[in-house]
């Protein structure tokens, strides 16, 4: 059983920064991609950044140059530094994981976290 726990979010005055962290537990191996994702009230969640096995991250246009994803794959454990936050980063940020191949027949395809608010305030 995987499970996706996340930590960091919170409050934060807009230029400032917050880290985020996300730790993937149990009997894991082979995860391909780990990753960020967010959601703001009315709106759809979207991708923030991701890194994949062998891979150079991925980031949304609104966060390249601010945000920066990192991964540890011997801990299973990815992390987001948010930096010169806005306002409109005010979201819940969920953490994401992915399988493929035989890892996805073991522990399924695609898992999240309950996610962790950040709220930046103008």
């Known amino acids: 059983q995987v499970q996706l726990v996340e930590s960091g979010g919170g409050l934060v005055q807009a230029g400032g920064s917050l880290r985020l962290s996300c730790a993937a537990s149990?009997?894991?191996?082979?995860?391909?991609?780990m990753g960020w994702y967010r959601q703001a009230p009315g709106k759809q969640r979207e991708l923030v950044a991701q890194?994949?096995?062998?891979?150079?991250?991925d980031y949304a246009d609104s966060v390249k140059g601010r945000f920066t994803i990192y991964r540890d794959n011997a801990k299973n454990t990815v992390s987001l530094q948010m930096s010169s936050l806005k306002p409109e980063d005010t979201a819940v940020y969920y953490c994401?994981?992915?399988?493929?191949?035989?890892?996805?027949?073991?522990?399924?395809?695609?898992?999240w976290g309950k996610g962790t608010l950040v709220t930046v305030s103008s």
């Open positions: 890194i994949a096995n062998g891979n150079s991250p």
């Open positions: 149990g009997n894991i191996f082979n995860i391909n991609t």
């Open positions: 994401n994981a992915q399988f493929t191949g035989y890892a996805s027949k073991v522990y399924g395809i695609n898992h």
